[in-house]
C-alpha cells in the first residue's frame, strides 16, 4: 500500500517560516490534502489540492508538491499555529485514502 | 453551517460490540459520502471505513475487515459503524468525516470532521 512519509516534529520561532514535508513514491503525480489538529481537537482541512485554501484559511499557509515531496508552508508562524498537521492523499491502486503519520509544529 | 456530531463511544471488554452513529446537518446528506476515521490517543490518523452516498460502494481498512460495519440512513441524515469483535488496538478516537464532493467525485479530502467519540476497549 502507499506509504506517506512526515517528520515527527518540526519546530520555528515565532514570525519564521515552518515549512513540513510529506513524502511519497511520485506524489507529485497526486493530490495532496493538508489537516491541521490542534490539542484536544478534531482535524480541520487547511490545504487542499496541493496549493488551495479553504475559506477561512490564513494566506500564511500554502502548499507546494512536485516529484517525491510534498510541502504545508506556514509563513510568519503565530503561537496559534501550533499544532499537529497530517497530510492526506487517495491510493488509487487499493481506491482508499492514506495518511502520513503526522508533524508536530511547536512555536518556539 | 455543516455540523457532524458522532456518539456512541464508551468503555467496552475485548470481545464486545459497540454501535457508533453520526448525526449530520447543514448539507444534503444524501449526495456525499461519509468516512469513519480513528485516531490513537497522541498517534496519527487511520482510515477506517467508507460508504458512498447511495451505498453502493463500501469500503474497510484491513484491520478491521470482517469485524466493522459501516451504514448510512439518509432518512435521517445520519451515519454508522457497528463495532464487532473489539481488541485493545480498537482503541482510538474516532471520526466521522464528510468527503468534499458530491456522488462518485469522492476520491478526494474530507472536510469537515466531527469531534469524535473516544472507544475504550479494556478488561
Known amino acids: 500500500s502507499y506509504v506517506l512519509t512526515q517528520p515527527p516534529s518540526v519546530s520555528v520561532a515565532p514570525g519564521e517560516t515552518a515549512r513540513i514535508t510529506c513524502e511519497g513514491y511520485k506524489i507529485g503525480g497526486k493530490s495532496v490534502h493538508w489537516y491541521q489538529q490542534k490539542a484536544g481537537q478534531a482535524p480541520v482541512l487547511v490545504v487542499y489540492d496541493d496549493d488551495y485554501r479553504p475559506a477561512g484559511v490564513p494566506e500564511r499557509f500554502s502548499g507546494s508538491n512536485s516529484g517525491n515531496t510534498a510541502t504545508l508552508t506556514v509563513t510568519r508562524v503565530e503561537a496559534g499555529d501550533e499544532a499537529d498537521y497530517h497530510c492526506?492523499?487517495?491510493?488509487?491502486?487499493?481506491?482508499?485514502?492514506?495518511f502520513g503519520g503526522g508533524s508536530k509544529l511547536t512555536v518556539l | 453551517e455543516v455540523q457532524l456530531v458522532e456518539s456512541g463511544g464508551v468503555v467496552v471488554q475485548p470481545g464486545g460490540s459497540l454501535r457508533l452513529s453520526c448525526a449530520a446537518s447543514g448539507f444534503i446528506f444524501d449526495d456525499y459520502a461519509m468516512h469513519w476515521v480513528r485516531q490513537v490517543p497522541g498517534k496519527g490518523l487511520e482510515w477506517v471505513s467508507l460508504i458512498s452516498w447511495d451505498d453502493s460502494i463500501i469500503y474497510y481498512a484491513d484491520s478491521v475487515k470482517g469485524r466493522f460495519t459501516i451504514s448510512r440512513d439518509n432518512s435521517k441524515d445520519s451515519l454508522y459503524l457497528q463495532m464487532n469483535s473489539l481488541t485493545t488496538a480498537d482503541t482510538a478516537f474516532y471520526y466521522c468525516a464528510k468527503a468534499a464532493r458530491t456522488y462518485s467525485n469522492f476520491r478526494n479530502w474530507f472536510d469537515p470532521w466531527g469531534q469524535g467519540t473516544l472507544v475504550t476497549v479494556s478488561s
Open positions: 492526506q492523499v487517495w491510493d488509487n491502486s487499493s481506491d482508499h485514502p492514506v
